[in-house]
């Protein structure tokens, strides 16, 4: 199979402080890292796309200083909510890129998410 | 601009009904198509996926039809069960090693009524 961990499943945290969430790839090297944001209701909004030992790639609208994420290992990645506020409420996701042997057809495989909660 | 149109939005099938999920895309340069499942409070989870060399693909009650030159594809759940109740996303790939480069669907809400 392939498994993707992530950590907290849900936090709780005052306004203006910094939160990290981990996304482990448990049984795989993940090439690659994606994080997504998603609201109720909603689809998936891809926040940033990261590769081991790189930095991130945030997508137009994210705000980098804010959204820190670090790849420090073909199976560990981390998305770092810095200063956070109730308006970053909100359920993250992480996904896995696992290669294709064959060479063509690589897929994402997501965490369980990480319901945050800013107060 | 949304590279791939998912419909309906919401969809309400009876217990034992077919439930029938469209995607749209334009780029043809996609050549991968995976669906994902999704529970309340969880991530989305895998649930089957296409390639252009078939038409179609079957695994267990879950069916993909995929039609290249019209470049839609659709997922097909029979026999539908309540245990189905979730959101559907079709997503869409050009070729990569890496499974770089996704672009999702809007996602269906699903509701199997017993």
């Known amino acids: 199979g392939a498994v993707v961990s992530q950590h907290p499943s849900r936090v709780i945290c005052k306004s203006g402080t910094s939160v990290k969430i981990e996304c482990r790839s448990l049984d795989f090297q993940a090439t690659t890292m994606f994080w997504y944001r998603q609201f109720p209701k909603q689809s998936l909004m891809l926040m940033a796309t990261s590769n081991e030992g790189s930095k991130a790639t945030y997508e137009q609208g994210v705000e980098k200083d804010k959204f820190l994420i670090n790849h420090a290992s073909l199976t560990l990645s981390t998305l770092t909510v810095t200063s956070a506020h109730p308006e970053d409420s909100s359920f993250y996701i992480c996904?896995?890129?696992?290669?294709?042997?064959?060479?063509?057809?690589?897929?994402?495989?997501f965490g369980p998410g990480t319901r945050l909660t800013v107060l | 601009q949304q590279q791939v149109k998912q419909s309906p939005q919401s969809l309400i099938v009876q217990k034992g009904g077919i439930s029938i999920i469209n995607c749209a895309y334009e780029?043809?340069?996609?050549?991968?198509f995976p669906w994902y499942q999704q529970f309340p409070g969880k991530g989305p989870a895998l649930l089957i996926a296409i390639r252009p060399d078939v038409s179609e693909k079957k695994e267990g009650r879950f069916t993909i039809s995929f039609n290249k030159s019209a470049k839609q594809f659709s997922l097909h759940i029979m026999d539908s069960q309540p245990g189905d109740s979730a959101t559907y996303f079709c997503a869409a790939s050009p070729p990569s090693y890496t499974g770089n480069q996704f672009y999702f669907g809007t996602g269906t809400s699903l509701t199997v009524i017993p």
């Open positions: 780029n043809t340069a996609f050549d991968y």
């Open positions: 996904s896995a890129s696992r290669p294709d042997p064959r060479g063509r057809w690589g897929t994402q495989y």
